[in-house]
């Protein structure tokens, strides 16, 4: 296997290409992570803790489709490769299932619980089926640390741009196609999405290639269970991701609630999500800058450190004026960029840190893990809030008595702060330090000559 670690820095097509996939991701992934819930709760009508009970279940879901499409991907043989071909026959699919997402109340009007219920696992089933594919490629497609850094600095970049245009577009969009009926409106913008994320998906397509030489790495069921079981740095990862994702979730899904009853903006979130989204794309490159020049886990720490500021911030001084409160949103962008970068940075690290330990190199199956560790751990903030939203006696479309208003305040900001710090102390137990990731990748090159 000589050969199998030929590959070094890309050009910038690639790394372009492969970035831009995470645009027309985001266009869904954004939709259902900033309006699923409240689609369900205010323009549905359905109850909080149903809706968050929805979550639950494809929660639930998650853990069985990740990790199995992670072994089925990295086992996959193509003349396109290991990953491309799902990029290729995944994104119409990938679309259609969006579009049912924002429909099965227009179809099935009747029975909306199990209509959303439905096709909310469908549209994740085929998620995963696209997207631990297409997360895989940064780890097929070199083993060069630092170009590794840009191929995650280029997918967050567009990945920001993309959750830009679906906080800022999607309300509006809703209201304009749907000529006064919300329920319609929802469902045709995902049609234009899932229009347009399938031409990205094919420039994708087109401007990657896989160099890392699979063919002769025979996997069997052990011996993914041995890669596993040994990949420490990956399992520190894993925990740092949930906890902060969690919290992440937490705070971007509460926020909808919080400027609308205690600011009394109902239509200020699209602001607020798009001047969040805007503070992360524009810090997104010097974040990446920073990485290669230091370390990708001290980013990690500044930009989880620089989070669980904000959100202390916000909830000792409870601002109910608009310029202070989203100031202190920019801030929480500039952080989310950190942490985004740094942790799609290294998790293709972690791959051939689990190759020196175990001796077993299986890609797709840690993404495949991750994917479902962010997955998991969103669907688990969704549940959250909406079970939090019922516990504190929030009532869809009236005024909040004063208990709830409290409650809001604790759910929007002091839970998030708990998460960004715990998240922090995990990564402290990371153990590839300085160029250790260099040297290891080199070891195994010699290995293998």
């Known amino acids: 296997m000589g050969d199998t670690f030929k590959a070094g820095s890309l050009r910038i097509g690639a790394i372009i290409g492969y970035g831009a996939g995470d645009f027309g991701l985001n266009l869904f992934y954004t939709g259902l992570n900033l309006y699923l819930l409240y689609y369900y709760t205010d323009v549905v009508g359905l109850a909080p803790g149903i809706a968050g009970s929805l979550f639950m279940v494809a929660l639930?879901?998650?853990?069985?489709?990740?990790?199995?499409?992670?072994?089925?991907?990295?086992?996959?043989?193509?003349?396109?490769?290991?990953?491309r071909p799902y990029i290729l026959f995944g994104g119409p699919l990938l679309g259609a299932s969006f579009v049912l997402l924002f429909a099965a109340?227009?179809?099935?009007?009747?029975?909306?619980?199990?209509?959303c219920l439905l096709?909310?696992?469908?549209?994740?089933?085929v998620y995963t089926v696209f997207a631990v594919p297409y997360a895989s490629l940064s780890a097929a497609m070199t083993t060069h640390s630092e170009t590794r850094t840009s191929l995650s600095g280029a997918r967050m970049q567009f990945a920001t741009l993309g959750a830009i245009a679906t906080a800022f577009l999607?309300?509006?969009l809703a209201g304009q196609l749907g000529g006064g009926d919300l329920v319609r409106g929802y469902m045709m913008t995902a049609l234009v999405y899932a229009v347009f994320a399938e031409i990205v998906f094919i420039f994708t397509f087109l401007s990657v290639s896989e160099q890392i030489n699979t063919d002769r790495i025979n996997l069997d069921l052990t011996s993914t269970l041995k890669a596993i079981k040994g990949n420490s740095a990956f399992w520190v990862l894993f925990a740092s991701v949930v906890v902060n994702v969690l919290a992440s979730t937490v705070f971007t899904k509460s926020i909808v609630?919080?400027?609308?009853?205690?600011?009394?903006?109902?239509?200020?979130?699209?602001?607020?999500?798009?001047?969040?989204?805007?503070?992360?794309?524009?810090a997104v490159l010097g974040w990446t800058?920073?990485?290669?020049?230091?370390?990708?886990?001290?980013v990690l720490t500044l930009g989880l450190g620089i989070n669980a500021i904000a959100f202390l911030s916000l909830y000792i001084i409870v601002p109910e004026a608009k310029p202070l409160f989203c100031a202190f949103v920019v801030m929480a962008g500039v952080g989310t960029a950190a942490t985004i970068v740094a942790f799609w940075a290294m998790l293709p690290d972690t791959v051939e840190y689990g190759q020196w330990k175990t001796g077993v190199r299986d890609e797709s199956i840690f993404f495949g893990l991750f994917?479902?560790?962010?997955?998991?751990?969103?669907?688990?903030?969704?549940?959250a809030v909406g079970l939090f939203l019922q516990a504190i006696g929030y009532v869809a479309n009236a005024e909040q008595t004063p208990q709830t208003l409290e409650?809001?305040?604790?759910?929007?900001f002091g839970l998030p702060v708990i998460g960004m710090v715990a998240a922090a102390l995990i990564v402290q137990f990371y153990p590839m330090k300085g160029a250790q990731h260099g040297q290891i990748v080199e070891s195994l090159r010699q290995g293998e000559a």
């Open 257 to 282: 609630y919080y400027t609308r009853y205690v600011i009394g903006e109902a239509g200020m979130v699209r602001e607020v999500l798009t001047l969040y989204t805007i503070a992360a794309a524009a």
């Open 289 to 298: 800058f920073l990485a290669r020049r230091t370390s990708k886990p001290l």
């Open 407 to 412: 409650g809001l305040r604790t759910l929007s």
């Open 119 to 125: 096709t909310h696992l469908l549209f994740r089933t």
């Open 105 to 115: 109340p227009v179809f099935w009007p009747g029975t909306p619980v199990l209509a």
């Open 170 to 172: 999607t309300p509006w």
């Open 60 to 83: 639930l879901w998650d853990a069985v489709t990740d990790p199995v499409m992670g072994a089925i991907a990295s086992r996959t043989r193509t003349r396109f490769g290991c990953y």
């Open 371 to 383: 994917q479902f560790s962010q997955k998991a751990a969103s669907g688990l903030g969704v549940g």
